[in-house]
């Protein structure tokens, strides 16, 4: 059997996966499209204000966002590597997170974001319910 290695989240880790297993198909969950934010030094609080309403507002002009949530991080592990703002979306399918990302008003926050942001890091799985 074919094979392929992913890397863990623990260091030095490595996680083996057939290379047939795919990831679930509607139906078996809803996908998640996990977003985290690291803003610029330079960015000002009223401009972050401006960005959290901007990414918020996609709910409503983007119709294959099922649902949007979002917060600013307060765990005391310290371990967000300087990310500070979070955002999870929801999507019912792959074919909608993808349209998503495509959408003239997705690309549109993405040249707001890029003024604003120093890093960001984004993870999509399908999460069982």
Same mark, same amino acid.
């Given at each position: 059997?074919?094979?392929?290695?992913?890397?863990?989240?623990? $260091?030095?880790?490595?996680?083996? =996966? @057939?290379?047939?297993?795919? @990831?679930?198909?509607?139906?078996?969950?809803? =996908?998640?499209?996990?977003?985290?934010?690291?803003?610029?030094?330079?960015?000002?609080?009223?401009? *972050?204000?401006? $960005?959290?309403?901007?990414?918020?507002?996609?709910? =409503?002009?983007?119709?294959?966002?099922?649902? =949007?949530?979002?917060?600013? %991080? %307060?765990?005391?592990?310290? $371990? %967000?590597?300087?990310?500070?703002?979070? /955002? *999870?979306?929801?999507?019912?399918?792959?074919?909608?997170?993808?349209?998503?990302?495509?959408? @003239?008003?997705?690309?549109?926050?993405?040249?707001?974001?890029?003024?604003?942001?120093?890093?960001?890091?984004?993870?999509?799985? /399908?999460?069982?319910?």
């Amino acid at each position: 059997m074919k094979r392929f290695i992913l890397p863990g989240l623990v $260091l030095g880790t490595t996680l083996s =996966l @057939p290379a047939t297993a795919a @990831p679930a198909k509607k139906g078996k969950g809803k =996908l998640r499209h996990v977003v985290a934010f690291k803003f610029k030094d330079s960015a000002t609080k009223a401009e *972050i204000r401006t $960005l959290e309403d901007a990414f918020r507002g996609l709910k =409503l002009k983007i119709p294959q966002v099922a649902k =949007l949530e979002a917060g600013e %991080n %307060n765990s005391p592990e310290g $371990l %967000n590597k300087g990310c500070t703002h979070g /955002w *999870i979306l929801t999507f019912n399918s792959e074919k909608d997170r993808d349209d998503y990302l495509v959408h @003239p008003d997705h690309k549109e926050f993405g040249k707001l974001a890029r003024a604003l942001v120093a890093d960001v890091f984004v993870l999509d799985f /399908w999460a069982k319910e």
